[in-house]
């Protein structure tokens, strides 16, 4: 094991997340029936690279179109929510953050292309423009540059299909929950072909006054020109209109250090204001161009552009605890007017050539990646009050990011005993920019061993410019650049038997950061730096329609930031802290028609070192359970008298979690601080689905989520605020048309 160990390495970045094409189910396997993913070549009619995922020294979760269309997996958050190993949290109730392995996933690509364009001020996609979601656990530095050790997230978007085609959907549901979807493709000729698309959604929510409502489009084109080259351009547009809150408080700790506890109010429970909103709009074109070399090389170029304009307008509860009895809280009205613009662009090559009497593969390329953010805002902090426990909406103030409003008479509180509240207003611009160099070889010195290695050499710059308050001196401009990061990575993958492997694989990653505060011993701050050890096996049964895997992983960031109270002035790198855990599963068929996508995640952080010593040793994400499954099924028989019938459901469930701090304490052994812990205890969710399919061009299906109406909180954020509860038993019908 020390000796496989000595050999790992990151590859599957070069299979999973830059995969990219396939338009369904049936297309993520080839004709021996593996389930494959799709190397840098992205498309099936080209690069020829498809990749067993059995091969894959890595753990891959792919949630293709037919589980999302099963579950109604309509936006990212709905089909994370769903995928093993994954945690969903956040303050913000339209800005949620994945969790994987201990860390956040802020690695995005489309087709292969990584891209800034899914961080804020952008919103959590819905996923109709999309077909199938490639979810990589460990880090993905080799094709996304920087990022946290957590994973990356990989879009794969439709595209023309060979024969023309209608598809629509009309669905009705809880909430008032309304959404229509029509998608159409039709070959042009015998060398192009088009595919576009409309949805619509309007729903109202669980909790009181808020209301969504989303309108998205897309439009693809491909021309093959010639036999060898192939042009594929698009868009997508995106409107999103919710209301936002930041979740309830909790009740604060006791005097004696004992823990907060979580409200028991009603799940409906609002404490925004019932004029929170915010209006999103989302522009993105695209294009790409393959070109087939010879029957073994090929290259291919892509861009992606974006453009994001957001307003947001809400009023939201101060991060103040409250007690059994009174549950007045402070409220802060804000209004922030964000835009980004972002460009990626991508050219690789891939190919085979023979050595040791096999074919082996390489992959080359390099990868540019800019963010152009605005933003502008005015925050107006204790301007209000609010009860908890009989929320009344505070009126709307006037708030203008863009004018300097004088201050406001209000009542006075212990948040604000001088009754004047004030507006901070600010406006920034940020520029990021980043490129590398990357290559990734799977090379077959013996039947039945792979061995994978490579690298990336990224740069990356970024400058922030302080527009307002201006300064003395003029605009604020601060930045700082990392040159020349080499990310590395190497693997092994081993076929014990045609259908069993075993593997190992080492995973590098490193984060920028910065500091107001200089380093200690002078030099610019590093950056934050994770590496992953990852080892475990693979099995296909049933003619390799089912991939049954288990891995073992250990991941150790390290260069975070410490700060000591004797010296103030200065900021040391040396925190510290690691992960660990053991994720099995299983993706696939079992018979024609029975899918299956779950498993079973085990996952423990810990602080290794940090500026507050008594946090060393405590777990630093106790948000994710320790213990975690997550399994989707559903059989819809082909052939028989039950055909046209399907059936199927979910089950997740998750064991006790956390969020906040412990009680600390004075040296002579007071209470300095309270308690900010709330805590959930552990929970399962039932769901489930039945259709049938009247025809084939007709079908109908119900889906029952809660089945058993289970109350229980979603997200935990503290005593002070980010606690939501989850969603009450939903019910939502869907009326499904295709033709021909």
């Known amino acids: 094991m020390v000796a496989l160990l000595a050999m790992m390495g990151q590859v599957a970045q070069a299979e999973v997340a830059e995969a990219a094409g396939a338009e369904a189910a049936a297309q993520t396997r080839n004709t021996d029936n593996d389930i494959t993913v799709i190397g840098k070549s992205y498309g099936q009619e080209v690069g020829k690279t498809l990749t067993p995922l059995k091969d894959v020294p890595n753990t891959v979760t792919i949630i293709d179109r037919a589980q999302i269309e099963a579950q109604n997996l309509f936006t990212l958050e709905d089909a994370l929510t769903a995928t093993n190993g994954i945690t969903v949290t956040g303050v913000g109730s339209e800005d949620p953050s994945f969790l994987s392995r201990g860390f956040a996933i802020n690695n995005y690509l489309v087709d292969g292309t990584p891209t800034f364009s899914f961080g804020f001020p952008a919103v959590v996609p819905d996923l109709f423009s999309y077909d199938r979601l490639e979810v990589l656990r460990g880090p993905a530095g080799l094709f996304s540059g920087s990022g946290n050790p957590a994973g990356s997230v ?109 409200l028991d109010v009603r799940r409906s429970t609002y404490v925004g204001a019932d004029w929170n909103r915010f209006r999103s709009e989302i522009w993105t074109a695209f294009a790409d161009i393959t070109h087939r070399l010879s029957d073994r090389w090929t290259l291919r170029a892509s861009g ?169 001196n003029g605009v604020i401009q601060t930045g700082y650049t990392i040159e020349n990061r080499f990310t590395p990575y190497a693997g092994i993958v081993w076929d014990v038997t045609g259908q069993l492997n075993l593997y190992g694989s080492y995973a590098d990653s490193f984060t920028p950061q910065t500091s107001a505060l200089p380093r200690a011993g002078g030099g610019a701050i590093q950056p934050l730096v994770g590496e992953q050890y990852e080892a475990g096996s693979k099995l296909t049964l049933f003619d390799r329609r089912l991939l049954l895997s288990a891995a073992v992983y250990q991941i150790k960031q390290s260069n975070r ?43 423990k952080t810990k602080y290794l070192e940090d500026s507050n010593t008594a946090l060393e040793g405590f777990t630093f994400v106790p948000v994710i359970p320790k213990h975690a499954i997550k399994g989707f099924t559903n059989y819809a028989p082909v052939t028989g008298p039950l055909a046209g019938f399907s059936v199927g459901g979910s089950v997740t469930w998750l064991s006790k979690t956390f969020a906040g701090s412990p009680a600390f304490y004075n040296p002579n052994g007071s209470l300095r601080t309270r308690s900010s812990i709330v805590r959930q205890g552990g929970y399962a969710l039932v769901d489930l689905r039945a259709g049938y399919r009247i025809s084939e061009q007709i079908g109908l299906s119900v889906n029952v989520n809660n089945l058993f109406d289970k109350n229980y909180y979603a997200r935990l954020g503290g005593t002070g605020r980010g606690n939501f509860y989850g969603s009450p038993r939903t019910v939502f019908a869907t009326l499904r048309l295709s033709t021909p």
């Open 154 to 262: 990989n879009f794969v978007r439709k595209r023309p299909l060979d024969a023309f085609k209608i598809s629509a959907s009309l669905g009705y549901g809880s909430y008032d929950n309304k959404r229509g979807e029509l998608d159409i493709s039709t070959p042009i000729g015998d060398r192009a072909g088009l595919r576009g698309g409309v949805m619509v959604q309007d729903q109202d929510q669980f909790y009181d006054v808020a209301h969504r409502n989303r309108h998205t489009a897309f439009l693809v084109g491909k021309l093959d020109v010639g036999d060898r080259t192939t042009i594929t351009v698009g868009g997508n547009y995106d409107r999103f209109k919710p209301a936002v809150q930041t979740g309830l408080p909790g009740i604060i700790g006791g005097l004696d250090g004992s823990d907060g506890q979580l």
């Open 304 to 472: 992606l552009f974006t453009d994001v304009d957001r307003l947001d307008v809400y009023s939201y509860i101060g991060s103040q605890p409250i007690t059994p009895t009174n549950g007045i809280t402070s409220h802060i009205a804000y209004i922030g007017d964000s835009k980004q613009k972002t460009a990626s662009f991508d050219f690789n090559g891939v190919g085979s050539f023979p050595l040791f009497g096999r074919d082996q593969t390489l992959i080359l390329g390099a990868d540019y990646q800019a963010n152009l953010q605005k933003s502008a805002f005015t925050r107006l902090s204790n301007y209000a009050r609010i009860d908890v426990y009989d929320p009344v909406s505070p009126a709307e103030p006037v708030l203008n990011p863009y004018v300097q409003l004088p201050p406001l008479r209000v009542p006075i509180t212990p948040q604000n005993p001088t009754g004047i509240a004030t507006h901070a207003t600010g406006r920034t611009e940020t520029d990021v920019e980043q490129y590398g160099l990357y290559g990734q070889m799977r090379l077959s010195p013996l039947d039945g061993v792979t061995l994978i290695g490579g690298g990336r050499l990224t740069w990356w710059d970024t400058e922030n410019r302080t527009l307002y308050p201006v300064p003395a």
């Open 561 to 603: 930031l410490f700060t000591d109270a004797a010296t103030p002035d200065v900021v040391y790198q040396i925190g510290a802290v690691r992960s660990r855990g053991f994720e099995a599963g299983a993706q696939g068929e079992i018979l024609p028609g029975w899918l299956l996508n779950g498993g079973y995640s085990y996952t």
